[in-house]
């Protein structure tokens, strides 16, 4: 799925010292052999908003189009509004909800009341809640309708793929919500990132059912959250980079951290603020 290229030292000993949590806001790249990729490319922002939640919320921006993977938490919508038009954004293309928790579901009314939306994709609910009503009440208002994603889903938008890959339950004994969410694969190119939702046990083991989840970038599932198939997930996956969205009050468990450094992987916490992935066929930068 990946192609290495050989870098030079200088770069190869900054890598080894970003290896485990990225305390610093410095700049990494997996190629530095040309200063101009060509090609598409597709910038993902992991957005970091005021509170101590853990939530997730990222804006994916193409040459023409505009991709949101959840909304984050209701309080925290209009913030998320404010920060896309600073982007210029006007549409949103594709709307992703990987499940309903408050958490990821929570500022789409903002979402949708702001911006021209295109498809909704959604998984199936399990739950009921004020930010689903509220969710649901600006569809109604703007005449949208859900696609609920029940097989797997595949498109591409300015040489950008997506994947999207549903849950293969309906009725999970344990933990319904997490273990409904849709996990989301996006590559440009060689280069790929894997959003792995709230995924908990029974849903990580659906994943490494799979035959290719390989992804140089991981969001890691559950807020940081350790299952005991953990490791294994991050083994499947191969990833160079991690994204954490946890919380100061909902912080990452220090188990996933020691998995994640002991495969020598680079980690963000989206807790320190934004962290901007810019993706292409042959080149990955990350800055925060």
Do not use: W
């Not at 005991?228 to 980079?241: D, F, G, H, I, R």
């Amino acid at each position: 799925m990946r192609i290495r290229k050989m870098i030079g030292l200088f770069m190869a000993l900054m890598l080894l010292a970003g290896c485990g949590r990225n305390t610093e806001n410095v700049e990494t790249q997996t190629d530095q052999t040309a200063s101009v990729s060509t090609g598409p490319s597709v910038t993902i922002t992991g957005f970091s908003a005021e509170t101590d939640e853990a939530y997730d919320a990222f804006v994916i921006v193409g040459e023409n189009h505009v991709t949101v993977i959840d909304t984050g938490l209701d309080e925290n919508g209009e913030e998320l509004v404010s920060f896309m038009k600073e982007q210029g954004i006007t549409k949103v293309d594709n709307l992703i909800i990987t499940h309903f928790d408050k958490d990821h579901v929570g500022g789409a009314d903002h979402v949708i009341n702001a911006f021209d939306i295109g498809t909704i994709y959604t998984t199936y609910k399990s739950k009921d809640s004020d930010q689903i009503d509220n969710y649901l009440a600006a569809l109604s208002s703007k005449g949208l309708t859900e696609t609920l994603v029940t097989d797997e889903i595949s498109f591409e938008m300015d040489g950008v793929s997506y994947d999207i890959y549903p849950p293969q339950s309906t009725a999970y004994e344990k933990d319904p919500s997490n273990n409904s969410s849709l996990v989301i694969m996006v590559s440009c190119g060689d280069n790929n990132m894997l959003f792995a939702g709230d995924a908990e046990k029974d849903r990580i083991n659906e994943l490494l059912e799979m035959e290719d989840i390989q992804a140089e970038i991981l969001k890691v599932p559950h807020h940081g959250r350790y299952e005991k198939n953990m490791a294994a997930l991050v083994e499947k996956v191969s990833p160079e980079y991690a994204i954490i969205t946890s919380g100061t009050i909902e912080p990452e468990d220090a188990e996933v951290m020691q998995i994640l450094e002991a495969a020598g992987v680079t980690t963000y916490l989206n807790r320190e603020g934004n962290i901007t992935i810019t993706m292409s066929p042959d080149n990955i930068s990350i800055t925060q």
